[in-house]
């Protein structure tokens, strides 16, 4: 949650570096393409590659099912060759 001019409103906060991916591809097109060719979701791809960044990480991906649970539940068995190229 973003607070603005003393409202409180959703959003996220200004990412400032464009993420991931080449030089201004939206993140979302490079796990996309990362994904591609695998068994894995462009979705589970971003959050192995979190994952896969640091050890200290910890993922809350929002979870409204339980379908949804068991696929961000899977992230744990990305490899990581499905999220070398994003970075």
Request: positive net charge.
């Amino acid at each position: 949650m973003v607070v603005r001019g003393g409202s409180r409103q959703r959003g996220s906060p200004s990412r400032g570096a464009q993420g991931v991916g080449e030089q201004g591809e939206p993140p979302g097109r490079a796990a996309r393409v990362a994904a591609a060719g695998s068994a894995w979701t462009p979705a589970q791809t971003g959050l192995a590659w979190l994952l896969h960044r640091a050890p200290d990480v910890l993922l809350i991906p929002g979870t409204a099912t339980l379908a949804s649970l068991t696929a961000n539940m899977a992230v744990a068995n990305v490899p990581r060759e499905v999220t070398a190229a994003l970075g």
